[in-house]
C-alpha cells in the first residue's frame, strides 16, 4: 500500500469487513465482493433489473402503454407491466408537485414489485394481478406507494409515508456520488482514485458504487445530519473500476438537503 493513499481519504481497501457506526449500536458492513462489484450495478441500491431506477424526467404525462406480456399467477412482474403500472401511477398532479433527487419535475422512481394477494384471493389462481409502485418525492421527504391494477390500468390504492427509507436506487447513489465529488470533503476521495488510476475523478460514472441508507441517533452525528432518517441519507461504498474499493465509509450525503458531513471517528 502505498503511504501517498494514507494522506488521502483514507485508505484504498479491497473487499474487507468494515465496523461502523450508522445508528446508537456499532454496526458491522462488509463491502461486496471484487467479483459482484466488477459487474454493472444494475441492481444496485435495493433495485432489481428493469425495475424504475432511474429520475423522472421532465414532461408531460405519458400515456400508458398497452398491455403487452403479462406474466400469470405469482409470476414476477414483466417489464412490460412494470412500465405500464409505473406510467399509470405516475399521474399528472405527482408529476406536477413532485421533486426527483436531483431536483427535477416529478419524484424519484423506486421500485415496481407484484403486489401481495387480498386475503380472500390467496388461493384463487384468477386473481388479479397488481403492481405495487414506489416514489421518493424529494420535494417533502415522502414514500409514495401506489397499487395499480395491471388488467383495468386503475390505481386502487395509494400511501404516503414519512420518515420511511427503503433501499437507494442507482440514480440516487449516483447522485449521492455526484455531490461528494463536488463537495470540499471530496477531495479525498478524488485523490485516491487519482493514486489508484493516475487519472482525475470528474464523474460517478468512473466509479462502481453501493450505498447503504444512514439514519441518525441523539448525539451520534454532526448537527447537520440530525434530520437523517426523515430526510433521505446515504453512505457510499465506491470502488475502482477493476480495482479497489475506497473507504468512504465516514461521510454522509443527505440527499435531501444535498450536504455532506464527516462522521466522527470514535
Known amino acids: 500500500m502505498r503511504e501517498t493513499v494514507n494522506r488521502h481519504l483514507g485508505k484504498l481497501v479491497a473487499a474487507v469487513a468494515l465496523a461502523t457506526v450508522g ?16 459487474t454493472p450495478p444494475s441492481a444496485s441500491g435495493g433495485t432489481r433489473p428493469g425495475q424504475g431506477a432511474d429520475a423522472v424526467p421532465p414532461g408531460v404525462v405519458e400515456q400508458a402503454p398497452a398491455a403487452g406480456a403479462r406474466g400469470t399467477g405469482r409470476d414476477p412482474l414483466t417489464d412490460g407491466e412494470i412500465r405500464r403500472a409505473e406510467t399509470i401511477a405516475l399521474n399528472r398532479q405527482l408529476l406536477r408537485t413532485g421533486e426527483n433527487v ?24 384468477n386473481a388479479p394481478r397488481r403492481a405495487d409502485v414506489t416514489f421518493y418525492d424529494y420535494k417533502s421527504d415522502t414514500l409514495v406507494t401506489k397499487t395499480v391494477d395491471l388488467a383495468t390500468g386503475e390505481v386502487e390504492h395509494t400511501s404516503t409515508r414519512h420518515g420511511v427509507q427503503p433501499p437507494l436506487s442507482r440514480a440516487e447513489n449516483a447522485e449521492a456520488a455526484r455531490l461528494l465529488i463536488a463537495d470540499p470533503l471530496g477531495a479525498g476521495l478524488k485523490a485516491d482514485y487519482k493514486d489508484a488510476t493516475g487519472h482525475e475523478l470528474t464523474s460517478p460514472d468512473q466509479l462502481l458504487i453501493n450505498g447503504a441508507v444512514y439514519r441518525a441517533t441523539p448525539g451520534g452525528q454532526p448537527a447537520v445530519l440530525d434530520k437523517c432518517g426523515e430526510h433521505r441519507c446515504v453512505r457510499l461504498f465506491p470502488k475502482v473500476e477493476n480495482g479497489p474499493w475506497i473507504d468512504a465509509r465516514w461521510l454522509v450525503i443527505d440527499l435531501s438537503a444535498r450536504k455532506v458531513a464527516r462522521l466522527d471517528r470514535h
Open 23 to 38: 445508528t446508537a449500536a456499532v454496526v458491522a458492513i462488509t463491502l461486496p465482493g471484487t467479483a459482484g462489484a466488477d
Open 102 to 125: 436531483g431536483g427535477g419535475r416529478g419524484p424519484q422512481r423506486l421500485s415496481a414489485d407484484l403486489a401481495d394477494p387480498e386475503a380472500d384471493e390467496v388461493d384463487d389462481p
